[in-house]
């Protein structure tokens, strides 16, 4: 599976942006995907998750509410739309999907393919 994150971009606090990781691969509509973050000088660190059909999902405690994760199989794309933006969540974003089955809080060392990244930058 390769994955291509993009949509990042400015965006003034309090404002909404959506990311899409789009997949080629024929193994990506049975995977678990997730979006994680990395803001300079931080860890990578858990966003929210989607299992393969979209029926289950989990957040992060700093994003839930605010932001939702969701995807569309037939077009091999998960989407993160992000609301209510701070400045906390400026980071560089990541698409990654895992073969194995979805639950909640998984961690970066579950998941086997990567995207490149995309930088959101959260303005005041």
């Known amino acids: 599976v390769q994955l291509q994150a993009s949509g990042g971009g400015l965006v003034q606090a309090g404002g909404s942006r959506r990311l899409s990781c789009a997949a080629s691969g024929r193994t990506f509509s049975s995977s678990a995907v997730g979006w994680f973050r990395q803001a300079p000088g931080k860890d990578r660190e858990y966003v929210a998750t989607i299992n393969w059909s979209g029926s289950s999902t989990d957040y992060a405690d700093s994003v839930k509410g605010r932001f939702t994760i969701s995807r569309d199989n037939a077009e091999n794309t998960v989407y993160l739309e992000m609301n209510s933006l701070n400045i906390e969540d400026t980071a560089v974003y990541y698409c990654?999907?895992?073969?194995?089955?979805?639950?909640?809080?998984?961690?970066?060392?579950?998941?086997?393919?990567w995207g490149q990244g995309t930088q959101v930058t959260v303005s005041s």
């Open positions: 990654a999907a895992r073969s194995l089955g979805w639950r909640r809080r998984l961690t970066t060392r579950d998941f086997d393919y």
